[in-house]
């Protein structure tokens, strides 16, 4: 980066340097021609005049010009306004002319004064010298281009010396960052990005790279949990399905013994039957929940009376209450609903009848009632409640709080999630609040409908 900074302000340097030297040559050369002019326009004038009034002529123009003129004729001095005869005896070659080369220009120092001279020969045997000091003007542009250049490498100095230190002020937070993001490609997302700087847009990358290392840590924990719960999935289906197999082939074995009785081999054929009953049902609510979690066109929303839904629900799982004695609450008024009606069927049917399952004495209550624009479906029991420790677990699939009641009563673990699934679907959550021995309340809310049912 210092480099970079370095070359640009060179090549600026660079750049006006080139520019000046181009002005002062072109500076230089129309001076060169004025002095040519000035010695063309004096040849001219003197042209055909005696020694004494050329003398007098030159003397006069260097006096009021300050010119230095000087006027020879066959090698000897005619005329001299400013005595440069001093030059001449150094042998100054350089305004030698002749008539091949005609003029010729140089430039001395003439007592602590620079002086232009050009030189011009004039057939057929003179020459005249013409010497102009330099002007005020031209002192102070040599001034002021040699001010500029040492301004110019002074400002070279403090350009580089500006970059260092601009480049330390941006690589040192790039070097935080870069050695922060190893570290979160190294998988160590805990310590958080900081950089000593106010520049807005390093706080920007900061917070956007802290940001994006919370983003991965929360997708990698998800994994590492879901992950967690595919092995757990995997290894609960496998004791799942294992069992009833042992069992029906066990059952099927003793079948085949010629010496079993008829009333054995009839309780081993109903146990077996039980048994694949029992798979098909895990088998059909696996395939359920696929379905559920891989397809958003299984919904077929329509108009319909929940109350009348329960009702039927409630006939059918009388008996089963009435079997533990429980009582079964399902009076409520009509009240219209949109939702998938055999969805909702599934849904209630596993509330219900695990509300009966898991109570002892007491009741069982389906509620339902309008809340606002939604409709709200409770189902209360006084049974023997969840701990708390187990409530936020129990919509996982295959875990279950009493793990030995609920293989006896034939369930797959997955009736409760199947139910968190539908509900999902319809853009609905299930809620539960529960007290150890004291019972359970389960609810979630469909949206209320004033329309007809649909057929």
Known sequence: MLLTFVLFIGIGIVAVVFYLGVLQSEAYQANQDDLRTEAETLAAELAGMPDSLQMATVARLSRVTGMHVTVLRDGRVVAQGLPDSALFDDGWSELDVSADEPVRYAQRTVDGETVR?????VAPNRIVHIGEPEQAADRLVRQMRIALIVSMVLALILAIAGSWVASQRITAP?????DRARRISDGDFEQAISVSTRASEFQDLVKSLNQMS??????IDELQRLTQMQNEFIG??????RNPIFSVGGYLEALSSASLKTESRQRYAQKALANLERLTNLFNDLIEIARLEYRDDLLKSTTFDMQELVDDLGDMLSPKAERKALVLEYDNPAVM???DRNRMRQV????IDN???????GSVRVR?????DKVRIEIIDTGRGIAPEHIERIFERFYRVDPDRSRKSGGTGLGLSIVKQILHAHGEQIHVESTAGRGTRFWFDLPFSEEEPTD
């Open 348 to 351: 209630m049917l596993n509330l």
């Open 355 to 361: 509300a009966i399952a898991y109570t002892d004495e």
């Open 117 to 121: 001279y050009a030189a011009l020969f």
């Open 368 to 372: 339902t009632r309008r809340h606002v």
């Open 337 to 339: 609903v949109d939702a």
């Open 174 to 178: 790039l070097k935080d960052i870069r």
């Open 236 to 241: 609960n289906i496998s004791h799942e399905v």
């Open 214 to 219: 919370a983003r991965y840590r929360d997708k």
